[in-house]
């Protein structure tokens, strides 16, 4: 069974940092793209960031670029997302993803977390 288990999510206040980890089992890793999704109250989810299998390709959304980093470990079999300059429209539930294909950045995947909860204050 396939599991993504996101942590490192809380409270910061703007201009404030947090790490994200997605933790993978259950599927072979390195084979995967990975991405990050996020929510927002009353808003629909929306891309955030992606990764390719090797971690030799990166694709960001315009409003996170040059905040955002994602990498990954495939030794560790989990990914993450480094989030500097938070801003508190930053705020939302932020998920995990999984995909064999290049559909991320379509905002869809195989296989998604159950979500960590960001919430920067101003």
């Known amino acids: 069974q396939v599991q993504l288990v996101e942590s490192g999510g809380g409270l910061v206040r703007a201009g404030g940092s947090l790490r994200l980890s997605c933790a993978a089992s259950g599927l072979t890793f390195r084979r995967y793209a990975m991405g990050w999704f996020r929510q927002a109250p009353g808003k629909e989810r929306e891309f955030a960031a992606a990764?390719?299998?090797?971690?030799?390709?990166?694709q960001y959304a315009d409003s996170v670029k040059g905040r955002f980093t994602i990498s990954r470990d495939n030794a560790k079999n989990t990914v993450y997302l480094q989030m500097n300059s938070l801003k508190p429209e930053d705020t939302a539930v932020y998920f995990c993803a999984a995909d064999l294909g290049s559909r991320l950045t379509l905002g869809q995947a195989e296989y998604w977390g159950q979500g960590a909860q960001v919430t920067v204050s101003s």
């Open positions: 990764i390719s299998w090797s971690g030799g390709d990166t």
